[in-house]
């Protein structure tokens, strides 16, 4: 993967009844985009290097919020890992507002998913500015 993602950046958080990442970036955008990197690995575990990147998906998204926003950006990534097998690993471009996003992922289809991300959740969702850097929680239904 060309992206640098600093090791601190995403954290798999135990959770009572589903999955949970513990997300951290300097702004909007690196915290969406350590998000999606989050999803990646959740849904294809070690395989993750298996990926082909030959399919490109363009995304458009406005919510009410910057947690409406990460919700529906990471719906979007879930949503076609179940219809189509697809799991995007880098995200080429992403402009991020606390409304709007406009983004370009690249990727393809999984050998084999190793998790189902049923929906994002909103439950506890919120972005916090934590030592300077935004963090987020963000809770999975499996």
């Known amino acids: 993967m060309s992206d640098f993602i600093p090791d601190d950046a995403i954290r798999v958080v135990e959770h009572t009844a589903d999955w949970a990442l513990r997300v ?3 702004d909007l955008t690196e915290l969406f985009r350590y998000a999606a ?5 959740l849904l294809v575990g070690e395989q993750l290097d298996e990926v082909p990147l030959d399919t490109r998906r363009q995304l458009k ?5 910057a947690e409406g926003l990460l919700v529906d950006w990471l719906g979007e990534l879930a949503y ?21 996003l406009v983004g370009a ?3 393809g289809r999984a050998p084999e998913l ?3 991300i049923k929906a ?16 987020v929680t963000i809770v999975f239904d499996v």
């Open 24 to 26: 951290r970036g300097r």
């Open 37 to 41: 990197a989050g999803v990646a690995r």
């Open 61 to 65: 998204l406005e919510a009410y919020d």
């Open 80 to 100: 076609w890992a179940e219809r189509d097998g697809l799991v995007f690993p880098v995200v080429e471009r992403l402009e991020v507002t606390p409304n709007a």
């Open 105 to 107: 992922v690249c990727g």
């Open 114 to 116: 190793q998790k189902h």
């Open 120 to 135: 994002v959740t909103y439950h506890d969702l919120a972005i916090r500015e934590v030592d300077g850097a935004l963090e």
